[in-house]
Antibody, heavy 120, light 105 residues
Framework: QLQLQESGPGLVKPSETLSLTCSISDGSISSSDYFWAWIRQPPGKGLEWVGTIHYNGNTYYKPSLKSRLTISIDTSKIQFSLNLRSATAADTAVYYC????????????WGQGTLVAVSS | EIVLTQSPGTLSLSPGERATLSCRASQSVSSSSLAWYQQKPGQAPRLVIYGASSRASGIPDRFSGGGSGTDFTLTISRLEPEDSAVYYCQQYRDIFGQGTKLEIK
């Protein structure tokens, strides 16, 4: 059973960089069938796709975040990361990492989520 | 940009009843790219249906999905208290509906 685990600071100051890492329990990170995503959920609100990366390095970002966002992948460490620069209170959310299966166009595995608050 | 609109916003039903949740796309989408997720309070979303009508692993056969083009439905027959959750539809990689809250009275 694949497991994904988010890690990173739970509190970020405004204007600083929000950084998270997702650790993956198996080697599927290097499979061409899967993409790796960050999805967030502001308190009391719905799900919002943030961005996605493939092991070959191709990235796909939410247009409104593109100027502040970098998603990277490290297949040797079996993990991928999110960096969101110039964070504001609007970035406060539970951040989930998830695996997107390209053969069936769905997120089949999710991390448990980590709450990141942007506040001074 | 495709927008997914879910209805109703909240659905309150009794155990044993049938729930029908709707997801409408702003333009026609491929059925193969439409999925449904269940999210309980404090938990990550869980895949329920993919490809509009295929049940994910471990999902009871009380859950079924259907539809095509712009209109899709998630049906839960014989509701149980554990089905209380917010249900989201999702298209391709980046589009989520706003969710339907299902309450079991």
């Amino acid at each position: 059973q694949l497991q994904l685990q988010e890690s990173g600071p739970g509190l970020v100051k405004p204007s600083e960089t929000l950084s998270l890492t997702c650790s993956i329990s198996d080697g599927s990170i290097s499979s061409s069938d899967y993409f790796w995503a960050w999805i967030r959920q502001p308190p009391g609100k719905g799900l919002e796709w943030v961005g996605t990366i493939h092991y070959n390095g191709n990235t796909y970002y939410k247009p409104s975040l593109k100027s502040r966002l970098t998603i990277s992948i490290d297949t040797s460490k079996i993990q991928f990361s999110l960096n969101l620069r110039s964070a504001t209170a609007a970035d406060t959310a539970v951040y989930y990492c998830a695996r997107w299966r390209s053969t069936t166009y769905c997120y089949d595995y999710w991390g448990q989520g980590t709450l990141v608050a942007v506040s001074s | 940009e495709i927008v997914l609109t879910q209805s109703p916003g909240t659905l309150s039903l009794s155990p044993g009843e049938r729930a029908t949740l709707s997801c409408r796309a702003s333009q026609s989408v491929s059925s193969s790219s439409l999925a449904w997720y269940q999210q309980k309070p404090g938990q990550a979303p869980r895949l329920v249906i993919y490809g509009a009508s295929s049940r994910a692993s471990g999902i009871p056969d009380r859950f079924s999905g259907g539809g095509s083009g712009t209109d899709f439905t998630l049906t839960i027959s014989r509701l149980e208290p554990e089905d209380s959750a917010v249900y989201y539809c999702q298209q391709y990689r980046d589009i989520f509906g706003q969710g339907t809250k299902l309450e079991i009275k």
